[in-house]
């Protein structure tokens, strides 16, 4: 047919979805949780990358807080990320982190808008075993931080969650997280099965489409790896 | 044989995603002249995460057309303002909705669907539009974007017909005189389509000359529906897209030689 021979297409690309992993890598994390975080970070990786429309449309980026604050991977295609080998040492800079994650957010979806690509809702997903360091509930960093996580999720700017791992301070973590989407506490050992729910859902989310609100596993039901607490 | 304008030709096709998930196409469209004088295109695209958006779709275009074609009938000295009939097919379409919902005790929103209408006479076009799709004409010989995407800042998030304020997200362009031929589509044609930046969206010569020249030559209307669903379903059309498709065309006067 010599009308498809003819016809350009003007925006031969994917959409895409940017997903932010944001990591404390503080000195507690030592041992067992930084060991397995960094397998559930591969496996991550390597899972996204078996998925054909995935491997083209998610876009990561990694970012640690620890002995500073790190942008390990700034957003790239998920083929462009190395394996990750963190360590874990320093305090809990996690205001500042999460507000670099924000900035990043913003930045990236910048670009999109420039380069004319379609994109869908970014995520941010910190995965803490403590509490900030840099900050304290009612301090103006505090304020100023946690009022832009809240804005930016009723406003649609981005997707954030939480999980945290013993020991973590979930209740300061459900002060921080938006009250639509408490924080989750990772069960023992669970790293694995948290990031094949991540893997699932960041895949799910770049294969919809115009109209879909996407189903997401729950990840606090019996067989999952989290829970929600009520206390 | 040649064939007298105006002409109206289309096609709604299944995405590859629907396909390999084993749904149905959520995509409608329902296009007629009438008195060889009028042009009426609806064009719908029902949500994927609703269970029966394919139904609104098909709903909405039916009702958007019947109400058209009884405004048009009225030719009493009070008869409607053709500029208001792209709003009264929206209208329309989304009392089908409500009343189907009431009958059947469906949920409203498990219909949810984009809507596009257009009125063409002569040369002027008439245009209303909620949610994503566009309408794109040939007017004086060049390319204008009468209606673009409504959806929201991100690829998987779009207003249907079905919201609680619906009227207050409804598009109606303004009229437009000088046309020489239109297509009106949903959004599985939007990335071959139209060219995006940070300035918003606009019509890809490289896409609608083409497609506008196939249009202008067609002679047989059923072929030319048929050749438009193929080429829909091509690999190179659906390589960027995995959705649903549809793209109505329609050819207002005159003919390239």
Not at chain 2, 128 to 157: F, H, K, T
């Amino acid at each position: 047919m010599s009308l498809l021979n003819e016809v350009e297409i003007a925006n031969p690309q994917h959409p895409h979805c940017a997903t932010l992993l944001l990591l404390d890598t503080s000195g507690s994390m030592e041992g067992d949780k930084i060991r397995q975080l960094n397998e559930g970070l591969n496996f991550f990786k390597e899972d996204i990358l078996q998925d054909d429309l995935a491997r083209k449309r998610v876009d990561l980026a990694i970012v640690t807080f620890g002995e500073g604050v790190n942008i390990v991977q700034n957003f790239s295609s998920v083929e462009d990320v190395p394996d990750m080998q963190l360590t874990a040492e320093g305090l809990t800079p996690m205001g500042y982190a999460l507000s670099t994650a924000m900035d990043l957010i913003e930045q990236r979806k910048n670009e999109y808008k420039i380069k004319g690509v379609d994109y869908y809702r970014p995520w941010i997903f910190m995965i803490t075993d403590g509490e900030p360091t840099d900050m304290k509930p009612g301090d103006a960093k505090w304020n100023s931080v946690v009022g832009r996580i809240h804005e930016g999720e009723s406003s649609k700017k981005f997707l954030f969650f939480t999980v945290g791992v013993e020991p973590a301070n979930m209740q300061t973590l459900k002060e921080l997280s938006p009250q639509n989407r408490p924080p989750l506490k990772l069960k023992k050992d669970r790293f694995r099965e948290m990031f094949s729910w991540l893997s699932k859902s960041t895949k799910r989310t770049s294969a919809s489409k115009v109209g879909d609100i996407v189903p997401l596993d729950n990840p606090a039901g019996p067989e999952g790896w989290g829970e929600i607490e009520t206390a | 044989m040649t064939i007298a304008t105006p002409y109206i030709f289309g096609a709604s096709v299944i995405g590859p995603l629907h396909i390999q998930d084993g749904l149905s196409c959520q995509d409608a469209c329902l296009y007629e002249v009438v008195s060889d004088d009028f042009g009426i295109i609806a064009v719908a695209d029902g949500l994927g995460s609703v269970p029966m958006s394919d139904l609104g779709a098909r709903l909405s275009v039916e009702a958007a057309v019947s109400a058209a074609k009884s405004l048009l009938c009225d030719t009493s000295k009070d008869g409607p303002d053709i500029s208001e009939i792209p709003m009264k097919m929206m209208r329309a379409a989304r009392e089908s909705l409500e009343e189907t919902a009431l009958r059947e005790g469906f949920r409203l929103g498990d219909m949810a669907t984009t809507l596009i209408t257009v009125l063409f006479r002569g040369d002027s076009i008439y245009t209303a539009q909620i949610g994503d799709g566009a309408v794109v004409a040939r007017v004086d010989g060049s390319l204008v974007l009468l209606s673009g995407p409504l959806n929201s800042e991100y690829a998987n998030e779009v207003t249907p017909i079905t919201c609680n304020d619906w009227q207050a997200s409804i598009f109606s362009a303004e009229a437009r005189s000088g046309a020489e031929c239109v297509a009106v589509f949903t959004d599985g044609c939007q990335r071959p389509a139209l060219l995006k930046t940070a300035e918003g969206y606009g019509p890809f010569e490289k896409f609608f000359h083409p497609v506008f020249s196939y249009a202008a030559e067609v002679e047989d209307i059923a072929k030319g529906g048929q050749e438009l669903g193929e080429f829909l379903s091509s690999e190179k059309i659906s390589e960027y897209s995995e959705d649903d498709k549809t793209l109505v065309l329609a050819v207002l006067q005159g003919r390239q030689q």
